[in-house]
């Protein structure tokens, strides 16, 4: 079906932003994701000197957010889209400018950072395009400091619609039970699922573990 064929433009735009489409993509995500991104930061309970690592940043509001509360700390992040890096660059280039936040184009299943370099990572959105994600999360444990936190923000997979289920090739959509799951099998302790309180504004799941 032509509307089939679409969405699977749309939505690998959505796991891969490229090009024009791409930076179109990423400026609806910078404007769509902004509640998501602010109520994820304050789950985390950033402080000034943590050190943050955020995973498929995007546009980088998240990121940016991230930063406004490390105000003595480090912000870092991964994104595999070269065209969201440069995004993100530049949306963040004051505090990349002042040492405080490093963007790279990168792949979540191997992190280029030594053990224990962070005390809060965090993603949204992000997840459903991780190609190994049970691989992944214990590369994030990996990178979290003993007593880190990590955050997993998503939209249930049971919000979704028919047409955006049925994009099984391009991504894995997830319940916050199905993320906890995943979450303990990795190591992590203390799992909880947290269930956005304006679930008009997001309804969105927020699945917290720490290391």
Excluded at 16 to 43: C, D, H, Q
Excluded at 141 to 164: C, F, H, N, S
Aim: proline letters at 4%; aromatic letters at 10%; hydrophobic letters at 40%.
């Amino acid at each position: 079906m032509l509307r089939d064929r679409l969405a699977r433009i749309v939505w690998a735009q959505f796991g891969k932003p490229s090009g024009l489409l791409g930076r179109f993509i990423g400026n609806g995500m910078a404007r769509g994701n902004e509640y998501a991104a602010r109520w994820t930061v304050s789950l985390l309970e950033i402080q000034p000197e943590s050190r943050v690592l955020e995973i498929g940043f995007g546009p980088g509001v998240s990121t940016r957010y991230a930063s406004e509360k490390a105000t003595l700390g480090f912000v870092a992040g991964i994104d595999h889209s070269e065209t969201m890096v440069l995004a993100a660059r530049r949306r963040n280039a004051d505090a990349i400018r002042a040492g405080r936040m490093d963007l790279k184009q990168g792949d979540v299943s191997s992190l280029r950072y030594p053990d224990e370099s962070f005390d809060k990572v965090f993603s949204i959105h992000s997840i459903y395009f991780w190609s190994m994600p049970a691989q992944s999360l214990q590369e994030l444990r990996r990178v979290l400091m003993p007593g880190g936190l990590l955050a997993v923000t998503i939209e249930p997979k049971d919000r979704w619609t028919e047409l955006q289920r049925r994009q099984t090739s391009l991504m894995t959509l997830y319940s916050g039970a199905d993320l906890a799951a995943m979450f303990a099998s990795a190591g992590f302790r203390d799992v909880r699922v947290e269930v956005c309180p304006e679930q008009d504004t997001f309804p969105g799941e927020c699945v917290l573990g720490v290391r």
